[in-house]
């Protein structure tokens, strides 16, 4: 299972995570923490009926191909249930959401000395909060959203948090300009078409500019090797002050530890270090599904537009929510799901095999020219193109010229404003009527729980003030 720590707060605004005929409650906070998300989840899965269809404490042991598969295209899926009764079930389709974060990557063969160490490690996937940290001297390593949120939260308690970090990494702030949240800010199709218009070295020196402009990225020691535009950054906004305060020091990738003693690799030497938390991230793993539905390019698992194994005979195995960019998982997973629907209900046809092929290694080769992947982080896409590709796969894909010319106040807010997954239930099968009032109403929800005390309305800029 995933796991999350007690503080865990999501780093994506509740109107860009949200699904896209369910808005998240207007009083909710924009940065959600994860209680509130899990009775988003509920309420949605109340709303559309959805419980009487989870059998939950069931694992699932393995999905096979059954012996007429040829023929009928069907699973067979053996679970167990949590008294460890097993129970095999037919299905006419099988669809994998078991995500990426499942497998702690726990590298302690590149630490040498480990074995040594006299006080206490664990992977963040163990962490709950910062209790064990109380007073002492803690080393986190790995600087990844987890890394920076379990450094600032521990250095509150600890006598002082070092963090270690190999290659650096850029911090953005979640509360962007005008206190607006970041990605509602930064996340819309205006900004993608700049991206397609200009030299992604333009960008990543202007983006630079504008995150070092905040706090200098070299000055405070966390200067990456690549670009910012390479690598989805982490989200911090209370580090660089934890930074500043010394409550939190960074220092470079460990070279060596000795009993309670870690050296660095720049050769700086701790004494009389209590605990060592490896946030080094996840692996991932499908150990369930046939060997013959996945195969390899790249760091990737081949599938056609992240989701369909192209080799199979049939297209009654999908993949969802197997997908990295810089939004959220929600949407993106939800618009899979839609094009699978139709897939398997045979409303859209899949390409031939040979040609599905060609895109997956096309995919993979755009994937390694523009991002960093490694066995870890085997991808990512670019948000708009990704969703929109799916989208104009099932005839849900928004027209910007059609609107400009028959609801330009609809087509302004869907140019300018953020990329919010209403914008695909304007149009074409599973429209929903309140889709337009959603999108014209996004930054209302917004602003709603800030309304906690009686202020005139705020001066928000020129574009967002018609918005809201
Ligand atoms: N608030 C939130 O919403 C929240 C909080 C936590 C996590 N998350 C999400 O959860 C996912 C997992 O995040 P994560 O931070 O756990 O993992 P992660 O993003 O994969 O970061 C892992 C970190 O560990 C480092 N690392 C890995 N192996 C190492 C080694 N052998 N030696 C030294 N350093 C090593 C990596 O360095 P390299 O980059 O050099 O490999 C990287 O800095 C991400 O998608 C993240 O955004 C979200």
Not at 172 to 188: A, C, E, F, I, W
Not at 387 to 411: K, V
């Amino acid at each position: 299972m995933a796991s999350i720590y007690r503080s865990l707060t999501i780093n994506i605004s509740k109107e860009m995570m949200c699904y896209s005929d369910f808005p998240i409650p207007a009083d909710y906070p924009n940065y959600m923490h994860h209680s509130k998300i899990l009775k988003y989840f509920r309420m949605y899965a109340e709303h559309f009926k959805l419980l009487e269809y989870i059998r939950y404490q069931t694992l699932v042991k393995s999905v096979k191909q059954r012996p007429d598969y040829s023929r009928s295209g069907q699973w067979e899926v053996l679970t167990q249930s949590k008294d460890g009764q097993e129970e095999r079930h037919v299905f006419d389709a099988v669809i994998c959401c078991s995500g990426h974060y499942t497998y702690p990557h726990l590298p302690l063969k590149e630490f040498p000395g480990i074995e040594t160490f006299e006080g206490k490690y664990f992977h963040s996937w163990d962490y709950k909060g910062p209790e064990d940290m109380q007073g002492k001297r803690v080393v986190v390593v790995g600087i990844g959203n987890s890394g920076g949120d379990i450094a600032v939260e521990g250095s509150r308690v600890a006598e002082q948090v070092y963090l270690s970090t190999r290659r650096g990494a850029w911090i953005v702030r979640q509360v962007s300009d005008n206190g607006l949240p970041l990605d509602m800010k930064y996340n819309t199709r205006f900004v993608h078409i700049l991206f397609q218009l200009m030299p992604v070295s333009f960008l990543n020196w202007f983006g630079e500019g504008k995150v070092n402009a905040m706090y200098d990225h070299t000055m405070y020691a966390i200067k990456p090797n690549h670009r910012l535009f390479s690598q989805i950054p982490v989200f911090n906004d209370e580090l660089p002050l934890k930074i500043l305060s010394g409550s939190v020091v960074i220092k470079s990738n460990i070279k060596e530890i000795r009993g309670s003693t870690v050296e660095f690799e720049d050769d700086s030497v701790l004494e009389k270090v209590d605990v060592i938390v490896f946030a080094t991230g996840y692996n991932y793993d499908f150990p369930f599904l046939p060997q013959n539905a996945m195969y390899k390019t790249g760091h990737r698992v081949g599938l056609y537009k992240h989701v369909f194994p192209p080799t199979l005979e049939h297209s009654t195995l999908a993949v969802v929510g197997f997908i990295h960019a810089l939004g959220a998982i929600m949407p993106q997973a939800e618009m899979q799901a839609r094009w699978v629907a139709s897939v398997f209900k045979g409303t859209k046809k899949l390409p031939p095999t040979q040609t599905m092929i060609k895109s997956v290694e096309k995919d993979t080769k755009v994937i390694q020219k523009n991002f960093i992947v490694s066995k870890r982080t085997p991808l990512q896409v670019d948000f708009v193109d990704y969703m929109d590709d799916l989208a104009g796969e099932i005839g849900i894909r928004p027209s910007l010229l059609w609107l400009f010319f028959t609801d330009y106040a609809l087509f302004k807010r869907l140019l300018w404003g953020p990329m919010t997954a209403y914008q695909y239930r304007v149009t074409g099968k599973g429209k929903w009527d309140g889709a337009r009032k959603a999108i014209f109403t996004q930054f209302d929800r917004m602003y709603e729980p800030l309304k906690t005390r009686k202020v005139r309305k705020p001066a928000l800029p020129p574009l967002y003030d018609t918005m809201v």
